[in-house]
C-alpha cells in the first residue's frame, strides 16, 4: 500500500511508521484508562512515556520495525474487544457471561492478524485470558460463597469462563498450526553469529547467558543509554560462570519480578493490584517468544522487539510514581511531577539523536561501529557499505577487524578477496573461506572465476558447479559457468547451464542479458532479441540489455532500430561504452553533426579518456575543422605520447592541408583510420 500509493519515497515510509506509532500511543491511553487505572492522568502519563521512550526509535525508525507497531496496534484492539464482549453487571452466582460473541469474535480475528505481522502477537490470548480471570472474574469471586458450597457447584459458576478459555485455546492451537504450515512445516535456521549463547553444547552457558539477557533488556527499558541497531557477534559475552558478575543484574530482575508477581496474587483487594497485573502482562508475555525459552531465536537482544514489552514498563513505572506522589507531601509530590516531566524532556531527546543515526546508512552503520566496537556484526555492515562505496581501503581495514574479532567469519574472507588486488592473496582469503563454510557460494563463485582468470579451467568449472549446487538461486554463478563453457566451444553444455539458470532464476535480469550474448555468439540473433526484451521487462533500465539490442541491429545494418537503443541507454547512463557506439553510429552514416555534438558532449564528461578525445578529433577533421582537431591531438600526444592514432591523424591533417613538411617522417603517411567501425561484440554482465 505505502508503494503504491507513494512509490518507494523514504519520507513516506517513516511517516507511517510515525503515524501508527501515534496512534499506538493513543490507543494505550485510552486502554489504560478503561482497563488499568481509574483516572485518566496516570493514563496519559503511561501513553506520553511511551510515545518518547528511546527504545522505540529502531520500530519507528527502520521499515522493519513496522511489523512491530502494526502488531502493536492489533494486540491492544484486540485486548480491548475481548474487555468489551464480557459482562458488566453484577451477577452474584457465576463468572461474567460473554456480552457480546461479535466482540469476541472480533478479537480472535485482531489477535491472528496480530500474529500474521508479528509472531508475538499471539501472545495478546494469553493476556486476554490472564485478565479476564485475575480481573473481570475476581470482581465476582467474593460473591460466591466458595467454602459453602460443594466443587461441583463452583465448577459451574465457572463454566462462562471456561467456555471463553476453550474457545480461545482451541483458536491459538488451529493459528499455531497454521502458522507452523505455511513456515514449511519447520522453524527458521539460523547461524552460531546470529545467537551464540543457543550454540554453546554447555547447558549452565545457556541458561545463565539467557537469564541475563532478560535483565540486559530490563536495562534497556530502565536507562536506554547505550543502543544499536545490531547486538550480535560479541555484544554480550556469554557467561561460563556463577560468579560472573553479571549474574547480579539476573538477580536483582528475578526479585522484582517475584515481588510483583507475589503481589498480584496476595494483593486481591488491595489497590494497585490491578496496574501492577496488568503491567506484568503486557511486559512478560510479548517477550516470551523472544527469550529462548520455546525456540532459538535469531538475535542476541532487538531493541525493536522490546516495543509490545515496553506497554507494561511503562505501566510499571508510572503506577510508582503513582504510588509515591500519593505518600508523599506537597514538596514530594512536586518533586515526582518534576522528575517525570524530566525523564519525559531526557527520553524525548535521546529518541531524536538515536533518530539521527537511522538517516542514512553510513550513519547508522558509522553508529553501530562506535557503540559497540567490539561487535563483529557492525564492522562487517560498515565495511559493506565502504566496499559498495568503492572506498576499497577502509573497508579492507574494517573487514580485517571483523577477523580479529571473529576469525570464522567467512563472509569477511571472501569479501576481502574480492578487494584484493593480489591475486594470490584472494584465492588464499577464497580458500580459507571455505574451509570454514564450505558451502559458501559466493566464495566459490568468485574462486571460480578468479581460476578461469589464470586459465585453471577445469578447477574454475568444478567451483562454479558447486556453487550452483549450494546455491541454485545464484544468477551469477550461471552466467559465469555458461560463458566459461562458452569459451571452450561446449556449446550444447552452456546452452543447458543458462536454460536451467533462468527456470531457477526468472527474475534475474543480467542472466537474461548474457544468455542473449552467448545466443549471437553461436548464430541466433533472432532468439537473443527476446532474451534482451526480457531483460528489459525485468528490469526497464537495464541499459546494458539496450547496448546489446542497439549492436544486434547494427550488425543486422538496422540502423534506425540500432539508434533507437542506443538513444534510451544513453538516457540512462553517460558512460563512455554506452556515448562510444552511438557516436560510431552516426559517423559511419554520415550524421556528423549529430557525432561532433555527441562527442563534445563526452569529451565534457569524460575529458581524460584518450578514444573519445580522438574521436572527437577525427570527427573535426571529417567536418573540415582542422585547426581544432590538429589543437586537440597535439594535446592527446602530448599527454599520450605513445598514441600511433594521433600521430596518424596529425598526418592525414597536413596532407590534407598540403603542408607535408609538417607530416612526421616517423609514422607512416596513411589515410585516417576509421576506429568507429567497431566489431559487434556484445556486453555480458560480470
Given at each position: 500500500m505505502n508503494v503504491y500509493l507513494w512509490g518507494l519515497d523514504p519520507f513516506y515510509f517513516h511517516m507511517v511508521n510515525v503515524v501508527l506509532h501515534c496512534l499506538v500511543s493513543a490507543l494505550l491511553c485510552y486502554v489504560c484508562s478503561r482497563t488499568v487505572f481509574e483516572d485518566l492522568r496516570p493514563s496519559l502519563g503511561t501513553a506520553l512515556l511511551f510515545a518518547v521512550h528511546p527504545v522505540h526509535t529502531e520500530a519507528v525508525a527502520g521499515i522493519v520495525g513496522r511489523a512491530d507497531v502494526l502488531a502493536c496496534l492489533l494486540f491492544l484492539l484486540a485486548f480491548l474487544s475481548y474487555v468489551r464482549s464480557v459482562e458488566t453487571e453484577v451477577v452474584a452466582d457465576h463468572f461474567p457471561g460473554t456480552r457480546s460473541p461479535l466482540l469476541l469474535l472480533l478479537s480472535l480475528l485482531l489477535g491472528t492478524c496480530a500474529m500474521l505481522v508479528k509472531e508475538t502477537g499471539i501472545t495478546v490470548f494469553g493476556v486476554c485470558l490472564v485478565y479476564d480471570l485475575q480481573v473481570l472474574c475476581r470482581r465476582r469471586m467474593n460473591r460466591l460463597p466458595s467454602l459453602e458450597r460443594p466443587v461441583k457447584d463452583l465448577w459451574a459458576a465457572a463454566i462462562p469462563f471456561l467456555r471463553r478459555a476453550a474457545l480461545v485455546s482451541c483458536h491459538v492451537m488451529v493459528v499455531l498450526g497454521f502458522r507452523v504450515h505455511i513456515m514449511g512445516?519447520?522453524?527458521?535456521?539460523?547461524?552460531?553469529?546470529?545467537?551464540?549463547?543457543?550454540?554453546?553444547?554447555?547447558?549452565?552457558t545457556r541458561f545463565l547467558t539467557f537469564s541475563y539477557i532478560l535483565a540486559f533488556n530490563a536495562c534497556l527499558l530502565l536507562a536506554p543509554i547505550t543502543m544499536c541497531y545490531d547486538w550480535q557477534v560479541g555484544s554480550i559475552p556469554l557467561l561460563h560462570s556463577l560468579w560472573d558478575r553479571r549474574n547480579l543484574e539476573t538477580l536483582v530482575l528475578l526479585v522484582v519480578l517475584l515481588s510483583l508477581g507475589l503481589h498480584c496474587l496476595v494483593a486481591r483487594k488491595r489497590t494497585g493490584h490491578r496496574e501492577v497485573l496488568v503491567g506484568l502482562l503486557f511486559l512478560v508475555f510479548p517477550f516470551i517468544p523472544a527469550s529462548n525459552l520455546f525456540f532459538r531465536v535469531g538475535f542476541v537482544v532487538a531493541e525493536r522487539v522490546l516495543y509490545m514489552p515496553s506497554m507494561g514498563f511503562c505501566i510499571l513505572c508510572v503506577y510508582g510514581m503513582k504510588v509515591l506522589y500519593s505518600r508523599s507531601g506537597p514538596r514530594g509530590s512536586s518533586a515526582i511531577i518534576f522528575i517525570f516531566f524530566l525523564l519525559l524532556l531526557l527520553f524525548s531527546w535521546k529518541s531524536m539523536s538515536q533518530s539521527e543515526c537511522w538517516r542514512s546508512r553510513e550513519a547508522l552503520f558509522r553508529s553501530g561501529v562506535q557503540t559497540l566496537p567490539h561487535n563483529a556484526k557492525v564492522h562487517y555492515n560498515y565495511a559493506n557499505f565502504l566496499k559498495d562505496q568503492n572506498r576499497k581501503e577502509e573497508a579492507i581495514n574494517h573487514y580485517k577487524t571483523v577477523l580479529s574479532l571473529y576469525k570464522q567469519h567467512s563472509s569477511a574472507l571472501n569479501n576481502l578477496g574480492t578487494l584484493t588486488t593480489n591475486a594470490t592473496a584472494a584465492e588464499e582469503y577464497y580458500r580459507k573461506a571455505l574451509a570454514i563454510s564450505p558451502q559458501h557460494s559466493r566464495a566459490l563463485f568468485n574462486l571460480g572465476n578468479l581460476l578461469r582468470t589464470q586459465g585453471r579451467n577445469e578447477e574454475a568449472e568444478l567451483r562454479l558447479k558447486e556453487s550452483i549446487l549450494y546455491g541454485p538461486y545464484f544468477a551469477d554463478a550461471y552466467s559465469s559457468?555458461?560463458?566459461?563453457?562458452?569459451?571452450?566451444?561446449?556449446?550444447?553444455?552452456?546452452?543447458?547451464?543458462?536454460?536451467?539458470?533462468?527456470?531457477?532464476?526468472?527474475?534475474?535480469?543480467?542472466?537474461?542479458?548474457?544468455?542473449?550474448?552467448?545466443?549471437?555468439?553461436?548464430?541466433?540473433?533472432?532468439?537473443?532479441?527476446?532474451?534482451?526484451?526480457?531483460?528489459?521487462?525485468?528490469?526497464?533500465?537495464?541499459?546494458?540489455?539496450?547496448?546489446?539490442?542497439g549492436r544486434l541491429y547494427r550488425s543486422l545494418n538496422q540502423n534506425r532500430e540500432a539508434e533507437k537503443w542506443y538513444k534510451k541507454a544513453l538516457q540512462i547512463s553517460r558512460d563512455i561504452d554506452v556515448i562510444t557506439p552511438l557516436g560510431a553510429l552516426y559517423y559511419n552514416t554520415g550524421k556528423h553533426d549529430e557525432a561532433l555534438r555527441l562527442y563534445k558532449e563526452a569529451v565534457g564528461l569524460h575529458p581524460e579518456n584518450v578514444q573519445i578525445c580522438l574521436s572527437l578529433a577525427q570527427v573535426q577533421a571529417v567536418m573540415g575543422q582542422s585547426n581544432e582537431a590538429e589543437t586537440l591531438a597535439h594535446r592527446i600526444a602530448a599527454e599520450t605520447p605513445d598514441c600511433i592514432e594521433c600521430y596518424r591523424l596529425l598526418s592525414a591533417i597536413y596532407s590534407k592541408q598540403e603542408k607535408y613538411t609538417k607530416v612526421n617522417i616517423n609514422q607512416d603517411s596513411q589515410p585516417v583510420p576509421q576506429p568507429h567501425t567497431q566489431p559487434t561484440i556484445s556486453l555480458r554482465i560480470p
Open positions: 512445516g519447520s522453524m527458521p535456521l539460523f547461524s552460531e553469529q546470529d545467537n551464540p549463547a543457543s550454540f554453546s553444547p554447555y547447558i549452565l559457468l555458461g560463458s566459461l563453457l562458452a569459451d571452450q566451444k561446449r556449446q550444447q553444455e552452456a546452452e543447458e547451464v543458462y536454460v536451467t539458470g533462468i527456470k531457477n532464476c526468472p527474475d534475474s535480469s543480467d542472466l537474461q542479458n548474457n544468455y542473449g550474448v552467448f545466443l549471437v555468439d553461436f548464430g541466433a540473433p533472432q532468439k537473443a532479441v527476446s532474451h534482451y526484451l526480457l531483460a528489459l521487462q525485468l528490469r526497464p533500465n537495464h541499459h546494458v540489455a539496450m547496448l546489446n539490442l
